[in-house]
Every structure is written in structure tokens, then in C-alpha cells.
């Protein structure tokens, strides 16, 4: 089978397509063709060598996958061959999702939402489980309160607003103004220009002072220190980004704030609720751009690039019937 492979870590060029054999299911397993997988930023860290003790070279990367089961191992019960299936590979588990096959355990798997197509399904897997652990499971929001989602446009970020407006919060964002119309579709109550306008002074401004209940950092930086800024009482931050930035600790104690760090885990449970949501009609990943699999080193690079326009996910076809015509397909 083709697959890319990382043979060292450094810059986009550091990955090589090639031919390697093609995975067997195990006890337990099962064999996907892949059809579609997408970029994050984990992709770019994990190549770069953020990771490099947890990354055994040459390593086949990437962690998203929407496809087809092709086989199945001895002991699997709920899938069968001709099933669609997305999920997000073992993360530092083994080999990733940058090839034409993938071999997974059955219990991180689940069933595709009908209503996407593989590009869609493959940007919503780790991106959607992401949002899923830091707005459930770890700020636990609740209906009737407010959220401060930091790069509202973005990958995670646009995932991250869809779900709040689903749990029945206020939704803050901060995004370029040429982003306003993209994130008000996704439900968006207030949207900051973070360009033109100190987002902690439009925060106050708009919650008469009381600021938000949880602030979503996926920007990194010093969004994180600044959160204290803008948290009401009782609030709380979750971040998916690195904590090298010192932190306003007074400021957060002061507030009685909750501060958690998000690394996403893979069960099939959390892609079952994200695809009732997409079934309902309150969630859907948006791709902004489609490359081929030997084109992921582009894909790397543009995403790596600051203000690189592109809203949503960076969407592989692996499997070239993925790819519709009518999508943006880069190059």
C-alpha cells in the first residue's frame, strides 16, 4: 500500500511517499481502507519532533480517519466488512493515519455519520472528540451559561461553538473580521474582532462586567494568561495548547478558577454523541481545503502559515473518489 512516511523529524519535506505492506487485523481489530483524513496542528508538532520521545522513526502519522472496513479480526462483534467507520488512530499508539490502510482496536471505532462524506467525517474526528473532553466532560457547561472560544474559525474552534450553542450557552469568539459572517453561521453570539479590539474589554463590556463562565483557549500564547481577566466567579479555563506562558495564579484565585488541560482520548462513545449532534442537524465540520495524500507536505505547510485563510479543517483524500469536484482542492 502507499503510505507517507515521517523519516525524520524537521520541516514538511522530512516526509517520503512510498510502499509498505499492508497491516493485518488482529484479535480484536479491524482493517480500514482509508478514504480521508485531515491536518491538525498535532500532525505539524508531531513531525517538527515535539514528540520525538514518544516517536519511533520511520513513522507512518496523522490522526484522523473516515473509511471502509475492508477486514476484520478473530473476536470483533460490532463491525463488518463494507461498514463506514471514522475514528481517531492510538495517539503515540502505533502507525497513524497517512496511508491507504489502517489497522485499529474495535473500541475506538464508530459508525459514520450517513450524513457526511469522508472529507467531512475525517475533520471532525479529533477536532470534534477534542472539543467533546473540554466542553463536557471537563468545563461540564451547562445551559443558560457563557463561553469565550479563542479562534472561533479555526479547526477545533469551529467545532467547539457549534457544540456550546448545542449545550444551550452564550457563545463568545475572537476571529479575524473577515471571519465574523463564517462564525456567526456557526452560531456565534458575540464576535471580536481580536485584531482591532482588546477582547477582554469587549467581554466585560458585554457581560456588564460579570465576564464568562469558561474561557476555551486553543490559541496558546498569552490567551491563557489573560484568562483570569475574563472569568466570572466560579469560572473555568480549558486549554489544548502548551502552558510555557507564565500564569496570572492571584488573578485565577481571586476568581475561584478552574484551570484544565485537555489531551484527547480515543473511545468510540464520544464519536457516538458528536454524530447524533451531526444527525440532528447542530453539528458539521467545515473543510476549507482538500489535498491528496502525496500533497500532505503542502497541507503541513499551509497550515503552519499564520492567517493562511483557510476556515475549518485541511481535509486528504486519500482515496481520490473522496475528493467532489466541487471542493476547494489545493493544488
Excluded at 481517531?88 to 489502517?102: L, R
Excluded at 474552534?157 to 475572537?174: P, Y
Aim: hydrophobic residues 40%.
Amino acid at each position: 500500500m502507499k503510505a507517507l512516511r515521517l523519516k525524520s523529524f524537521g520541516g514538511p519535506e522530512a516526509f517520503e511517499l512510498g510502499d509498505v505492506p499492508k497491516p493485518v487485523p488482529d484479535t480484536g481489530q479491524v482493517l480500514v481502507r482509508v478514504h480521508a483524513t485531515s491536518i491538525n496542528p498535532l500532525d505539524y508538532q508531531v513531525r517538527r519532533g515535539d514528540y520525538s520521545d514518544l516517536v519511533q522513526l520511520p513513522a507512518i502519522t496523522g490522526h484522523d480517519i473516515s473509511g471502509v472496513i475492508e477486514a476484520v479480526g478473530p473476536g470483533v462483534t460490532t463491525f463488518s466488512p463494507g461498514d463506514e467507520v471514522w475514528y481517531t488512530p492510538q495517539i503515540f499508539g502505533g502507525p497513524g493515519s497517512y496511508a491507504e490502510y489502517h489497522v485499529a482496536a474495535e473500541g475506538i471505532i464508530g459508525k459514520k455519520p450517513p450524513s457526511l462524506s469522508h472529507l467531512e467525517a475525517a475533520s471532525l474526528t479529533l477536532v470534534g472528540g477534542t472539543a467533546w473532553e473540554a466542553l463536557v466532560v471537563r468545563a461540564a457547561l451547562k445551559v443558560g451559561e457563557s463561553i469565550l472560544v479563542h479562534g472561533g474559525a479555526g479547526g477545533v474552534g469551529h467545532v467547539a461553538i457549534q457544540l456550546a450553542k448545542a449545550m444551550g450557552a452564550r457563545v463568545f469568539t475572537t476571529v479575524r473580521e473577515a471571519n465574523f459572517d463564517f462564525a456567526r453561521s456557526l452560531g456565534a453570539d458575540v464576535v471580536i474582532d481580536y485584531g482591532n479590539e482588546d477582547y477582554v474589554d469587549a467581554v466585560m463590556r458585554e457581560t456588564g462586567g460579570r465576564g464568562v463562565d469558561v474561557v476555551f483557549d486553543t490559541i496558546g500564547g498569552n490567551t491563557l494568561t489573560r484568562s483570569p481577566d475574563v472569568l466570572a466567579q466560579l469560572g473555568r479555563v480549558v486549554t489544548i495548547v502548551d502552558i510555557a506562558q507564565p500564569q496570572n495564579v492571584v488573578q485565577a484565585w481571586g476568581k475561584n478558577a478552574s484551570y484544565h488541560f485537555v489531551f484527547t482520548r480515543q473511545n468510540r462513545g464520544k464519536l457516538d454523541e458528536l454524530s447524533a449532534l451531526v444527525e440532528r442537524g447542530q453539528l458539521r465540520p467545515h473543510v476549507g481545503a482538500v489535498y491528496s495524500l502525496a500533497d500532505i507536505p503542502l497541507a503541513h505547510a499551509l497550515l503552519e502559515t499564520p492567517n493562511n485563510g483557510v476556515r475549518g479543517k485541511i481535509a486528504i483524500a486519500v482515496e481520490p473518489s473522496a475528493h467532489p469536484a466541487s471542493a476547494d482542492f489545493r493544488p
